[in-house]
């Protein structure tokens, strides 16, 4: 089974500043796409960003980027000029090739400072 | 173009209660999902659905039940609630099980914070 891990459960950043949020996971499979879901007090579930595992390029979404090492299973997000809006509960997420359940970290809350 | 909707969004039980969520969608999915989010642990899934008639079992079935007679509506039942249920419960769907093109985005509903006391 997929597992997918978000060790920081809480991160900060100061408005205009960038910020990087963790991500790793385990699979045995080779073929998967992974995804970076954004969650506003509002509770609704926005798709910020998404990386094809067999796509060595990094995904990037304006100020918001993602570093994808295959071989270490890391999937981080980069928010770059970060603004108030970005405040939020962060999740990542892995989606096998081959069917179409979403297996979810835990989240991470991010703060912003003006 | 409404979505995925659900209702209701907030809704307290009394242990040993029924009630059904509901969820539907416009978009005529073919896959349907629920999740249930708890806080440190994030969104795991309950049930799904890969088309009409068609349902099974995710990571954390115990407690709910879930039918699918159209391709609108997946209806998630809790049959006697348990202050263990109390969470917030998502709804997602997406074109297919499969992934590609349009299929790799699954959109949610705005969710169901049930409490049970």
């Known amino acids: 089974a997929q597992t997918v891990t978000q060790s920081q459960p809480e991160m900060s950043v100061q408005e205009a500043e960038t910020v990087t949020l963790s991500c790793t996971y385990d699979?045995?499979?080779?073929?998967?796409?992974l995804f970076w879901y954004k969650q506003p007090p509002s509770r609704q579930m926005i798709l910020v960003i998404r990386q094809e595992a067999y796509k060595q390029q990094n995904a990037t979404e304006n100020r918001f980027s993602v570093n994808f090492q295959k071989a270490a299973k890391s999937f981080s997000l980069k928010i770059s000029d970060s603004q108030l809006g970005d405040a939020a509960m962060y999740f990542c997420?892995?989606?096998?090739?081959?069917?179409?359940?979403?297996?979810f970290g835990q989240g991470t809350i991010l703060t912003v400072h003006p | 173009n409404a979505g995925v909707t659900q209702t209701p969004k907030f809704q307290v039980l009394k242990t040993g209660q029924s009630m059904t969520l509901q969820c539907a969608q416009d978009m005529n999915h073919e896959y349907m999902s629920w999740y249930r989010q708890d806080p440190g642990m994030g969104l795991r899934l309950i049930h799904y659905?890969?088309?009409?008639?068609?349902?099974d079992q995710g990571e954390v079935p115990n407690g709910y039940n879930v039918s699918r007679s159209t391709t609108e509506d997946f209806p998630l039942r809790l049959l006697s609630a348990a202050p263990s249920q109390t969470s917030v419960y998502f709804c997602a769907s997406s074109y297919s099980e499969g992934v590609g093109g349009q299929n790799e985005k699954l959109f949610f509903g705005s969710g169901t914070q049930l409490s049970v006391l």
């Open positions: 699979t045995s499979e080779s073929d998967y796409y």
């Open positions: 997420a892995y989606r096998s090739a081959s069917y179409g359940k979403l297996t």
């Open positions: 659905s890969v088309g009409a008639g068609i349902t």
